[in-house]
C-alpha cells in the first residue's frame, strides 16, 4: 500500500474485497464506472462509445469503429460480468443495460482517487 | 519518403461497407449537380452527430461544424478526470472519435509543401479520414491549405490521373507556382487550374490554366484527385468563401463524388 497516498488515508481499504480491486484494476472498467456513476442505466452500445474514445483520448487519440466493436465485446465477455460479480454494476444482458450499484463509502473513495490520478496523470504540462 | 494510406483502412471507411452510414455515391440525388453548389447541397443533405464529453463545453468544436450537416451535442464529464474527447456518429452508430487535445492541435495545421515528410501527419491525415463528407463551416485559408496538401500530397505520392485545382483567383496561384511546377515536371499527372484572370500567370510545363469568369469559379476553392492508378486515392476539397476568408464545404473520399465533381468541371469548363 503507497504511503504517500494521501487520499486514501484513513480508508478503510480492508473493508473493499479483492475482487473490487480486481474490477479496478482495468482502465476500461474504471472508465465504465465513472462514466455510470454520473448516468442513471446506459445502454450498453452507449457505454462502448464513450469508454473507447475516453481510453483513446488519453494514448494515442483517435479510435476507430473497429477499435469501438472490440471493446464491445470486451464489455459484454468480460468487463460487466466481472463488474456485476464485484457488486459494482447491475448488469441486465437481456435488455443489454448496466447500471452502477450503490456503492460502499471506501469504494467511492478509491475510485474518486483513481479518477483525479488519472487526471493528473494527463494534465496539460 | 513515401507513404500510402488507402482509405479502406480507416474504421469510417468499413463502417459504410458493413452497412451503418450513409453512402453518398448511392444518394438518390445521384449528383444531377449543375453547379459546384449543388454538391454543397448533396453533403448537406446527410447528417451526422458530434458528442463532444468534456467537463466543460468547449465552443470550438461547435463553431467550426456546420450545424445543418452536423448536429454539435454536449454531453458533461466529471471535472479534473482524464481529458475529454469528441465522438462522431452517423445514424447513431460510432463511425469515430478522437482526443479533444488532439483536435485541437489538428485545427491548427502546419503549412508545407507535398514532398515534404511530415513527422507529425499522422494526426492531420487520421482527421481528415474521420470528417470525410462532413461539411465544415468557417475554416480560415490555413485551415483549408492543411486539407489541400493532402489532396496535392495523395496526387504527387500516386502520380498519374488527373488533378484539377480552382484558385479562385489565378493570382492566388502566384505563391503556389513551385508546388505546380514539381508536380508537372515530377509526375506524369494531368493538371488543371482554374481561376478568375487577375493575373496571367507565365505557362507552367504540363499546366493546362483554365481562366474562367463565372461567377462559382471566384468564390469556390476546390482540388479533385481522381486517383489515378490507385482509385482508393481519389479525394477532393470543394469550399465556397461565403463571407470574406470564411469557408464552407467539405471533404470527400467518396470515389463516386469525387468523379461527379471531376465529370462537371471538364464538361463545364473543357478538358
Same mark, same amino acid.
Given at each position: 500500500?503507497?504511503?504517500?497516498?494521501?487520499?486514501?488515508?484513513?480508508?478503510?481499504?480492508?473493508?473493499?474485497?479483492?475482487?473490487?480491486?480486481?474490477?479496478?484494476?482495468?482502465?476500461?472498467?474504471?472508465?465504465?464506472?465513472?462514466?455510470?456513476?454520473?448516468?442513471?442505466?446506459?445502454?450498453?452500445?452507449?457505454?462502448?462509445?464513450?469508454?473507447?474514445?475516453?481510453?483513446?483520448?488519453?494514448?494515442?487519440?483517435?479510435?476507430?469503429?473497429?477499435?469501438?466493436?472490440?471493446?464491445?465485446?470486451?464489455?459484454?465477455?468480460?468487463?460487466?460480468?466481472?463488474?456485476?460479480?464485484? *457488486?459494482?454494476?447491475?448488469?441486465?444482458?437481456?435488455?443489454?443495460?448496466?447500471?452502477?450499484?450503490?456503492?460502499?463509502?471506501?469504494?467511492? $473513495?478509491?475510485?474518486?482517487?483513481? @479518477?483525479?490520478?488519472?487526471?493528473?496523470?494527463?494534465?496539460?504540462? | 519518403?513515401?507513404?500510402?494510406?488507402?482509405?479502406? $483502412?480507416?474504421?469510417?471507411?468499413?463502417?459504410?461497407?458493413?452497412?451503418?452510414?450513409?453512402?453518398? *455515391?448511392?444518394?438518390?440525388?445521384?449528383?444531377?449537380?449543375?453547379?459546384?453548389?449543388?454538391?454543397?447541397?448533396?453533403?448537406?443533405?446527410?447528417?451526422?452527430?458530434?458528442?463532444? @464529453?468534456?467537463?466543460?463545453?468547449?465552443?470550438?468544436?461547435?463553431?467550426?461544424?456546420?450545424?445543418?450537416?452536423?448536429?454539435?451535442?454536449?454531453?458533461?464529464?466529471?471535472?479534473?478526470?482524464?481529458?475529454?474527447?469528441?465522438?462522431?456518429?452517423?445514424?447513431?452508430?460510432?463511425?469515430?472519435?478522437?482526443?479533444?487535445?488532439?483536435?485541437?492541435?489538428?485545427?491548427?495545421?502546419?503549412?508545407?509543401?507535398?514532398?515534404?515528410?511530415?513527422?507529425?501527419?499522422?494526426? @492531420?491525415?487520421?482527421?481528415?479520414?474521420?470528417?470525410?463528407?462532413?461539411?465544415?463551416?468557417?475554416?480560415?485559408?490555413?485551415?483549408?491549405? *492543411?486539407?489541400?496538401?493532402?489532396?496535392?500530397?495523395?496526387?504527387?505520392?500516386?502520380?498519374?490521373?488527373?488533378?484539377?485545382?480552382?484558385?479562385?483567383?489565378?493570382?492566388?496561384?502566384?505563391?503556389?507556382?513551385?508546388?505546380?511546377?514539381?508536380?508537372?515536371?515530377?509526375?506524369?499527372?494531368?493538371?488543371?487550374?482554374?481561376?478568375?484572370?487577375?493575373?496571367?500567370?507565365?505557362?507552367?510545363?504540363?499546366?493546362?490554366?483554365?481562366?474562367?469568369?463565372?461567377?462559382?469559379?471566384?468564390?469556390?476553392?476546390?482540388?479533385?484527385?481522381?486517383?489515378?492508378?490507385?482509385?482508393?486515392?481519389?479525394?477532393?476539397?470543394?469550399?465556397?468563401?461565403?463571407?470574406?476568408?470564411?469557408?464552407?464545404?467539405?471533404?470527400? @473520399?467518396?470515389?463516386?463524388?469525387?468523379?461527379?465533381?471531376?465529370?462537371?468541371?471538364?464538361?463545364?469548363? *473543357?478538358?
Amino acid at each position: 500500500m503507497p504511503s504517500d497516498g494521501n487520499s486514501l488515508d484513513g480508508l478503510p481499504l480492508l473493508d473493499v474485497d479483492d475482487e473490487v480491486f480486481l474490477a479496478l484494476a482495468d482502465q476500461s472498467r474504471r472508465m465504465a464506472l465513472y462514466y455510470l456513476r454520473i448516468r442513471d442505466r446506459v445502454d450498453v452500445e452507449t457505454l462502448a462509445d464513450v469508454v473507447t474514445g475516453w481510453s483513446a483520448a488519453g494514448r494515442h487519440g483517435t479510435a476507430t469503429r473497429a477499435d469501438r466493436d472490440r471493446l464491445l465485446t470486451a464489455l459484454r465477455v468480460r468487463h460487466l460480468p466481472l463488474l456485476a460479480a464485484a *457488486g459494482l454494476v447491475d448488469y441486465d444482458r437481456t435488455a443489454g443495460t448496466v447500471a452502477v450499484e450503490r456503492l460502499a463509502e471506501p469504494v467511492r $473513495t478509491l475510485l474518486d482517487a483513481a @479518477y483525479a490520478w488519472e487526471g493528473d496523470r494527463n494534465a496539460v504540462d | 519518403m513515401v507513404r500510402r494510406r488507402a482509405r479502406g $483502412t480507416s474504421g469510417k471507411a468499413s463502417a459504410r461497407r458493413s452497412g451503418g452510414g450513409r453512402r453518398l *455515391g448511392h444518394c438518390p440525388v445521384g449528383f444531377g449537380a449543375v453547379t459546384l453548389a449543388d454538391f454543397l447541397d448533396d453533403v448537406e443533405a446527410a447528417r451526422g452527430t458530434i458528442t463532444v @464529453y468534456s467537463d466543460e463545453q468547449p465552443t470550438w468544436v461547435a463553431d467550426q461544424f456546420e450545424a445543418r450537416n452536423v448536429a454539435v451535442h454536449h454531453e458533461p464529464l466529471p471535472p479534473n478526470g482524464p481529458p475529454g474527447f469528441v465522438v462522431f456518429r452517423e445514424g447513431g452508430e460510432f463511425l469515430a472519435s478522437i482526443g479533444l487535445r488532439e483536435l485541437r492541435k489538428i485545427l491548427a495545421p502546419p503549412i508545407r509543401r507535398p514532398w515534404q515528410d511530415r513527422p507529425d501527419s499522422t494526426g @492531420y491525415r487520421t482527421l481528415f479520414e474521420l470528417l470525410d463528407d462532413t461539411i465544415f463551416t468557417a475554416f480560415d485559408r490555413r485551415q483549408l491549405l *492543411g486539407a489541400a496538401r493532402e489532396i496535392e500530397d495523395r496526387a504527387w505520392r500516386v502520380g498519374t490521373g488527373t488533378l484539377r485545382v480552382g484558385f479562385q483567383r489565378l493570382s492566388a496561384m502566384w505563391s503556389q507556382v513551385e508546388v505546380y511546377e514539381r508536380l508537372g515536371a515530377e509526375t506524369a499527372l494531368s493538371i488543371h487550374v482554374y481561376g478568375r484572370p487577375d493575373w496571367v500567370p507565365a505557362a507552367v510545363p504540363n499546366v493546362r490554366i483554365h481562366a474562367e469568369t463565372a461567377p462559382e469559379i471566384g468564390s469556390f476553392w476546390f482540388l479533385a484527385f481522381d486517383g489515378g492508378s490507385e482509385p482508393q486515392n481519389a479525394c477532393a476539397l470543394l469550399a465556397e468563401e461565403r463571407s470574406p476568408e470564411a469557408f464552407y464545404g467539405f471533404w470527400t @473520399y467518396d470515389e463516386d463524388l469525387v468523379g461527379a465533381i471531376e465529370a462537371y468541371l471538364s464538361s463545364t469548363y *473543357g478538358r
